[in-house]
Nanobody, 114 residues
Framework: QVQLVESGGGLVQPGGSLRLSCVAS????????MGWYRQAPGKQRELVAS???????NYTDSVKGRFTISRDNSKTTVYLQMSDLKPEDTAVYYC????????WGQGTQVTVSS
């Protein structure tokens, strides 16, 4: 049974930073492309950043230059470093395998507000 456990969210002021972590109990973790998704109230879940097995990264335009995704295969963990946060980044953040999603975890709430 695959488990995805996200952590690191919280309340932060505009311009602040947060680092999200996701531990994935996936035996093939080092071989798969992982992503961070987010879902804001009343909106569809969107993929904001991904990283493949070779470490190649992709970002949606709205977070380019502000978010950095990374992974530690030895810990089956994927990270999302977020800086210069904006109110529109407020959402529940989830990690998952890209394209072939596992059962979603509980996510971690990120709220950007003054």
């Amino acid at each position: 049974q695959v488990q995805l456990v996200e952590s690191g969210g919280g309340l932060v002021q505009p311009g602040g930073s947060l680092r999200l972590s996701c531990v994935a109990s996936v035996s093939i973790f080092s071989f798969i492309r992982m992503g961070w998704y987010r879902q804001a109230p009343g909106k569809q879940r969107e993929l904001v950043a991904s990283i493949n097995s070779a470490g190649r990264t992709n970002y949606t335009d709205s977070v380019k230059g502000r978010f950095t995704i990374s992974r530690d295969n030895s810990k089956t963990t994927v990270y999302l470093q977020m800086s210069d946060l904006k109110p529109e980044d407020t959402a529940v953040y989830y990690c998952n395998r890209v394209s072939v999603n596992y059962v979603w975890g509980q996510g971690t709430q990120v709220t950007v507000s003054s």
